[in-house]
């Protein structure tokens, strides 16, 4: 039950970020490995990126990739909250004093984390081919020309095999060890904090609304070049094999993209990751903790 929760919370929030996602992952791409003021700049801020997009490729592509999006937020979060959600549930978070341990937390959620990207890898590639694809006026990255989820899980499955299904899945691992023990180590601190400080009144929504916006702050700022290295891993085109040609593994992606587009290439995409991972912290976990609570309110 736990792991449903979980996921129904994740999906809950993604209806409402995806737009953002889209805006993300072409911000990511664009100007990929050039150096600034060396390429034509598609979309110059998150705003003028929705503003762009509605109007070159309809106001339907803003919820491109929704149907991986939802699968993926399902399976991962389902895996990463629902596994931490048990290791909290049997005490393994708390020290002999009874407090809760950050160092036990952040790595609950690391590993937690780890799980949940790496069995959702193959939806997430697909997902970021999807988000990518636009009007060649617009277009960032490289384009693939998928027709769904079902036909290009389908398609790279019969070219590549299983190795081509989750390529680019070592180099979401270090993205999510980071974004999810940054996440729930700070969500739960706080939350933790704010409860014995007695901020807001006991069992209150509130609290986990407050922690979860602490927590997304810190998310953004510890995660995005690791997700910029990642969209690029799996985004990037493919040899016969299915061999990526342009990035060997998420170190030589960080490293070519901070050597050609500097420091704040690697934080591209950085004001539509707080809008969209800000929000999506803050709905999920707070989803999650108040399905959690009714849950174990009328069952027990």
């Known amino acids: 039950m736990d792991f449903l929760m979980s996921g129904l919370a994740a999906c809950g929030a993604c209806l409402f970020t995806n737009p953002l996602e889209v805006v993300k992952t072409r911000m990511q791409l664009q100007g990929e490995l050039q150096a600034p ?65 950050p160092a036990r937390s952040a790595a609950a959620g690391a590993l937690a984390g780890v799980m949940g990207a790496y069995l ?80 807001f009144p006991p069992q209150s929504w509130k609290v986990a609304l407050a922690a979860a916006m602490v927590s997304g702050i810190a998310v953004v700022l510890a995660m995005t070049p690791f997700d910029v290295a990642s969209t690029r891993l799996y985004n990037q085109p493919t040899d016969a094999q299915g061999k990526g040609l342009m990035y060997r593994g998420i ?28 929000p999506h912290t803050i709905l999920s976990l707070f989803f999650w903790d108040q399905l959690r609570t009714l849950y174990y309110t009328y069952t027990k």
């Open 251 to 278: 170190l030589d992606a960080l490293l070519q993209t901070a050597r050609t587009e500097g420091i704040f290439g690697m934080y591209k995409g950085i004001g539509a990751s707080y809008f969209r991972l800000g």
């Open 37 to 101: 003021g060396s390429y034509q700049r598609h979309y110059r801020n998150v705003f003028h990126a929705f503003i762009t997009i509605g109007k070159v490729d309809g106001l339907a592509a803003l919820q491109k990739g929704l149907a991986p999006a939802l699968l993926y937020q399902f399976l991962m979060n389902g895996i990463r909250l629902g596994t931490y959600g048990l290791i909290e549930a049997g005490g393994y978070l708390r020290t002999a004093e009874g407090g809760l341990s």
């Open 120 to 199: 959702g890898s193959p939806i997430y590639m697909v997902k970021t081919h999807l988000q990518a694809q636009a009007a060649s006026e617009i277009a960032v990255g490289h384009q693939y020309k998928h027709q769904g989820m079902f036909q290009a899980l389908t398609e790279i499955g019969q070219k590549h095999g299983l190795v081509g299904l989750w390529r680019g899945a070592l180099g979401s691992v270090p993205r999510v060890t980071v974004g999810s023990s940054t996440q729930l180590c700070t969500f739960s601190s706080t939350k933790d904090l704010m409860t014995k400080w007695e901020i």
